[in-house]
């Protein structure tokens, strides 16, 4: 009998797991290294669902139970929070504890390795070995890095590329349904809603309570405000209440609290009463930062990038952990129609690298709405289009954007 082909996964969450799925599909051993000691829970918050995705949870075995919650429409409202456009559609919103949880549940325990901290590898052709950190090496055909926008395994082949700061940041939070006012139940929480101020955009929908919680009076409330602010912003914005200055976010226990009282004022002044409801029930609000980058190439000799390792765009479309998992298909199907590993990840590059990267750039286009470094013609054309609500509300997390 031949050898199962093996591979080893970098990165225990989304494409990590996915891949890990597609994998054992196909017949391959696989086992994942995650770096975090601990399981990975609350992370982040909201994710937008799509066609994609759900059929990505389907053909991996991971499915689609319990996924969320529907909203039946969005709609855009003023200071006053009057409603001032409105676009009917039904949308699954969920949460990255919920997919981690499913995609978790994939995966055989014992090929789940957390506490490993990728360090390395080296490729002779057809094998890699790869060095971990904690002093463990493994060999295996293929390399999977699914580790992240900073992943470490693209910073050991390809370190010339490096994720792009956008120019604006998002602060997030997820109030509990249980601590806002009924008024802000009634008039926001089973929605998809926009506030657009001038260079700004308040995002929020309902999500999951906490492990998964779908019952009403359970729930929260995902939030998110996107803020201009430049590199020099963002650096004092990353030095903690420790003083300590970090490289590209900080831990949301040591965000400053005079940055937080900060935020809080600021959106005093300029938010709807339901959405200053939201903030005021946040207790621990956090900023990130939005990067966006694509390799190009996802292919290094044995070393296959998928998920954020091999591309990421700025978050309006919310279609991270879409791509994810079809980057983990598609390498795959690869995979499982040519015998010739080589070949095989050709192929998947060939597939993938374009896609990610036109994911980037139709993230960079929507980004445009917030006048950041409006470059061409064809930048302003389309900040001039979405300084309409309705053009927002039709392009912002909106499925089948590829296909159109
Ligand atoms: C504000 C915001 C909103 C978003 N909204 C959405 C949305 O609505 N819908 C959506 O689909 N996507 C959304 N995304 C994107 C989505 O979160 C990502 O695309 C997705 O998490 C990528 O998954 P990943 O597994 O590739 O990377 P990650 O989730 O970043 O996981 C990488 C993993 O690798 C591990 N790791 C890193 N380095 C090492 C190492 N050296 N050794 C071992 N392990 C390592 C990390 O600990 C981590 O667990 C959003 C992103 C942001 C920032």
Avoid at 40 to 64: C, D, F, K, Q, Y
Avoid at 147 to 155: H, L, N, T, W
Wanted: proline share 6%.
């Amino acid at each position: 009998m031949p050898r199962n082909r093996r591979a080893v996964i970098i990165g225990g969450s989304m494409s990590g797991l996915f891949a890990a799925a597609f994998l054992r599909r196909i017949g391959w051993d696989v086992d994942v290294f995650e770096r975090s000691p601990v399981e990975l829970v609350g992370r982040g918050a909201g994710i937008t669902t799509h066609p994609e995705l759900m059929e990505a949870l389907e053909n991996s075995g991971a499915g689609t139970a319990d996924l969320g919650i529907e909203v039946p429409k969005r709609f855009a409202i003023d200071r006053g929070g009057k409603i001032i456009g409105e676009r009917p559609l039904r949308q699954i919103l969920t949460s990255w504890d919920r997919l981690q949880r499913l995609l978790r549940e994939t995966i055989d325990p014992a090929h789940y390795h957390l506490g490993h901290t990728f360090a390395g590898v080296d490729q002779d052709g057809s094998k890699v070995r790869v060095n971990f950190a904690e002093g463990r090496a493994e060999a295996a055909d293929l390399l999977v890095g699914g580790d992240g926008i900073r992943s470490s395994v693209r910073a050991h082949i390809a370190p010339d590329v490096q994720p792009i700061y956008a120019g604006y940041y998002i602060w997030r939070g997820a109030p509990n349904e249980a601590d806002l006012q009924p008024e802000t139940l009634r008039r926001i929480f089973p929605y998809f809603v926009f506030f657009l101020p001038e260079r700004q955009q308040v995002i929020g929908y309902p999500i999951s309570g906490f492990n998964n919680d779908l019952r009403p009076g359970h729930r929260r409330y995902n939030f998110i405000w996107y803020r201009v602010g430049d590199t020099q912003k963002l650096k004092q914005m990353c030095v903690d209440e420790n003083g300590h200055q970090h490289a590209y976010s900080v831990p949301p226990p040591l965000i400053r609290k005079d940055l937080i009282a900060q935020m809080r004022a600021e959106a005093e002044d300029i938010m709807p009463e339901v959405f200053l409801d939201c903030l005021r029930n946040i207790a621990q609000p956090f900023f990130t930062p939005i990067y966006d980058f694509s390799a190009p190439s996802l292919v290094y000799g044995r070393v296959a990038l998928v998920g954020d390792a091999g591309s990421s765009s700025r978050p309006h479309m919310g279609f991270g952990v879409a791509k994810a998992g079809g980057d983990a298909q598609a390498l795959a199907d690869a995979l499982a129609s040519h015998d010739d590993i080589d070949k095989a990840l050709a192929r998947y590059d060939a597939v993938r690298q374009p896609i990610g990267e036109r994911i980037m750039l139709h993230g960079r286009k929507l980004g445009t709405h917030l006048g950041v470094n409006l470059k061409t013609e064809e930048d302003r054309r389309m900040w001039q289009l979405l300084q309409d609500e309705g053009a927002m509300m039709d392009w912002i997390a909106v499925p089948n954007f590829l296909a159109a």
